[in-house]
């Protein structure tokens, strides 16, 4: 994505409300098409990684999908070296990460599948620091209060904010990117212009996460990352474990449908205990915690489906968790607003002159829906989950079992499967004929190597 020059007068001043990951990697792209960009943003902006008042999530693990971090590296050139300078690291998928799942450990080979490991704060530090880079792009700090619009209220010609000294000022703007995450206003505001309200399709999970941060042992491991998964529906509970910058490990525990984690320390090694295998509890039971336990809850998937909008106005676009919000278990959401800034930016390139809004919402649109097939369909093998469940439902469901399953203990299956969940291939490459085969002869006749289970880090590590 190299920077090219304005197109015209409809591109001079672009917008973008919120400078989260979503609104950042917005902004950088804007950056190539606008002649300025302002990226407006209610909170105080430190000078180095830390969490922000508007992002508490911040506290527990990030994953950052394969995909979204190659387009990262597009955007911001190097980004991963400065990363890695400042304490962040890389594990392959399969050597290095010990994966636990549907009652089984993933094999050791290599996948080529990248997980990048680091805390939210250093990322979002290192692409602020980066965009601040960029000539014209500025940063204001302010609460926006609504949009401005035409006499016709057929466009949306900026916003209105309350500025850092309490004056309520406009701000105009050929075009507002709504980046303000899962709290979005856009919806009120835009029925308060006589729009009609959008459709939301929403899948209630009742997640909850409880994080703790401790030093990183001294012993020598065959490990750098872990996850544990449940299997669905019996089971609720997982946990991770991953190194990020300063030494550290950062470890969260989830559970669905309100099986929350404890807040307190020994209710968080006892929860520990209670995952499907004990191997994570060994992990941290001697581990020095470096901080408290924190803890966060998410309600539901939520998906705002602006694209089915039969009148919208012009000047306006809608991204990240704003427009479409994740379970956070499955690790999508960072790269999910990557997909969203990848396909602002093509559609920017493809037409000169005014921005095409109708194909940016539905490309948009696009872009969340492999994230929100995996990450609903995972929940909805909860029976308690209440949902849309299509006829093919019972089917997808067994199949991706089965795929899981194999994936133990077949290299390519593993692979394909790695590649389908960090995005780099569509979710729907797991019923090409090479996996397929593998699973329905599985499926058909029971034929798996026996292989005794990965024993637990006690007793691996001495």
């Given at each position: 994505m190299n920077r090219t020059e304005n197109t015209g007068a409809d591109r001079a001043h672009a917008?973008?409300?919120?400078?989260?990951i979503a609104g950042?990697?917005?902004a950088r792209v804007l950056s190539d098409h606008f002649g300025r960009v302002t990226v407006l943003e209610q909170d105080r902006l430190?000078?180095?990684?830390?969490?922000?008042?508007?992002?508490?999530?911040?506290?527990?693990?990030h994953g950052l999908l394969d995909r979204g971090a190659g387009i990262l590296e597009r955007l911001f050139p190097g980004i991963f070296q400065e990363i890695q300078a400042e304490g962040g690291s890389t594990a392959e998928l399969g050597p290095d990460v010990l994966f636990y799942q549907v009652g089984r450990w993933k094999p050791r080979t290599p996948t080529?599948?990248?997980?990048?490991?680091?805390?939210?704060?250093?990322?979002?530090?290192?692409?602020?620091?980066?965009?601040?880079?960029?000539?014209?792009?500025?940063?204001?700090?302010?609460?926006?209060?609504?949009?401005?619009?035409s006499a016709d209220r057929a466009r949306i010609t900026g916003v209105r904010?309350?500025?850092?000294?309490?004056?309520?000022?406009?701000?105009?703007?050929?075009?507002?990117v709504d980046a303000s995450g899962r709290g979005s206003r856009t919806p009120g505001w835009l029925e308060a212009l006589g729009y009609p309200r959008v459709e939301e399709n929403e899948i209630r999970v009742d997640v909850g996460y409880s994080t703790r941060v401790f030093h990183t042992p001294p012993r020598q491991r065959?490990?750098?990352?872990?996850?544990?998964?449940?299997?669905?529906?019996?089971?609720?509970?997982?946990?991770?474990?991953?190194?990020?910058?300063?030494?550290?490990?950062?470890?969260?525990l989830a559970g669905w449908l309100k099986d929350y984690p404890p807040a307190d320390?020994?209710?968080?090694?006892?929860?520990?205990?209670?995952?499907?295998?004990?191997?994570?509890?060994?992990?941290?039971?001697?581990?020095?915690?470096?901080?408290?336990v924190v803890t966060h809850r998410f309600p539901s998937n939520l998906r705002r489906r602006y694209e089915r909008m039969r009148r919208f106005p012009e000047g306006l676009a809608v991204v990240g968790d704003a427009q479409c919000s994740f379970n956070p278990v499955y690790g999508q959401g960072m790269t999910s607003a990557a997909l969203g800034a990848e396909a602002l930016d093509e559609c920017l390139r493809r037409q000169r002159g005014a921005v095409p809004l109708k194909r940016l919402r539905e490309r948009i649109a696009a872009a969340a829906d492999a994230p929100w097939d995996i990450s609903t369909g995972g929940d909805l093998c909860y029976p308690e989950v209440q949902g849309p469940r299509g006829a093919g439902h019972a089917f997808i469901s067994?199949?991706?079992?089965?795929?899981?399953?194999v994936s133990s203990w077949d290299p390519l299956v593993f692979t394909r499967f790695g590649q389908a969940t960090h995005l780099n291939r569509s979710p729907a490459s797991l019923f090409a004929p090479a996996v397929l085969g593998r699973v329905l002869s599985f499926a058909l006749f029971g034929k798996s190597p026996e292989k005794a289970p990965v024993p637990v880090l006690a007793q691996r590590e001495g």
């Open positions: 917008v973008v409300v919120g400078g989260s950042l990697l917005a430190e000078s180095g990684p830390a969490v922000r008042k508007g992002t508490p999530q911040a506290q527990h693990i080529g599948v990248v997980n990048q490991l680091h805390s939210r704060p250093l990322l979002e530090w290192t692409i602020r620091r980066r965009l601040a880079a960029v000539q014209n792009v500025g940063t204001l700090r302010g609460t926006v209060l609504g949009f401005t619009a904010l309350r500025t850092e000294s309490g004056e309520e000022v406009s701000e105009p703007a050929d075009l507002v065959d490990w750098k990352f872990m996850l544990v998964l449940p299997q669905p529906p019996g089971q609720r509970q997982m946990g991770v474990i991953a190194p990020i910058e300063g030494n550290r490990w950062i470890v969260t320390g020994d209710g968080f090694l006892e929860h520990a205990r209670s995952l499907p295998v004990p191997d994570l509890y060994e992990a941290i039971r001697h581990a020095e915690p470096q901080g408290p067994w199949y991706v079992t089965k795929v899981q399953e």
